[in-house]
């Protein structure tokens, strides 16, 4: 396990994540993930932590089933974490948000968004946000 650290682009939502050096990353086609070209990974909720003071920065977009909690950066508006519909017990950490020299390698992913329901029950992607089975990156 490494800890990376990462946030928003004017640094005011700063947080940092324990995840393995490889992970894997998740390219997703829904509505929300393509228009913000989002690539991210899954940890358990457990190993993430905003740094003091950046939860006043933030704020929530939801949509649809309204599981899936985009947060973004009231000021920048970047989203450099949310948690997914995938796994509501986990956070998505966007990978060109995390800052350079922790992440040894990402392996890549398609999620298929706009057919979610069928893809998400094919899928392992649920596992990552569970202490004990998440999968490790290829």
Known sequence: ?????????????????EAPGSVVAWICNCS?????????????AARFSLA????E???????????AKHTFCK??????FYTPRSNPDGVAITVACVDPGTLAHVEYRHADGRNWEKWFARSDISDFSKEEEAPAAE
């Open 1 to 17: 396990m490494v800890v990376h650290r990462g946030g928003c682009h004017c640094r005011s939502v700063r947080w940092q994540v």
């Open 32 to 44: 929300d993930c393509s228009m913000r070209g989002n690539i991210h990974f899954v940890v358990p």
């Open 52 to 55: 003091p003071g950046a939860g």
């Open 57 to 67: 920065f933030l704020t929530t977009y939801t949509f649809g089933t309204r599981t």
């Open 75 to 80: 000021l920048c508006g970047i989203s450099s």
